[in-house]
């Protein structure tokens, strides 16, 4: 399926520092995680904890979405997408920039 680039420019797709990261409890893949994107501060649930230890995500900054619609997932309230990508054996990676860059940066 395709996308016309009108479509694509309203993803809302910004730059996000993991300021803190912490298993939800009761669950067995799922890390809620709280992200600066330097004017304001989102909580996230991410189904990470196979390939990350939540202590292994704080400081680290990622590509998010912001302008999904809120989900709740065990109680805890979701309000971006931490983007992953996820190879032919299973193997998941949080896609990150390549170089150092501000908290908030647009992604396009």
Do not use: H
Not at 15 to 22: L, M, S, V
């Amino acid at each position: 399926m395709e996308i016309s680039f009108e479509e694509f420019q309203k993803l809302d797709l910004r730059i996000g520092k993991i300021t803190e990261a912490n298993q939800i409890p009761g669950s067995r893949n799922l890390i809620r995680v709280m992200v600066d994107f330097g004017t304001e501060n989102r909580q996230a649930v991410a189904g990470l904890l196979q390939w990350y230890q939540p202590q292994d995500l704080v400081d680290k900054k990622c590509l998010f979405i912001l302008n999904l619609q809120k989900r709740t997932v065990m109680g805890v309230e979701s309000r971006c997408m931490i983007l992953a990508a996820e190879d032919e054996e299973g193997n998941v990676t949080v896609l990150q920039p390549e170089k150092d860059v501000a908290e908030g940066s647009r992604i396009r």
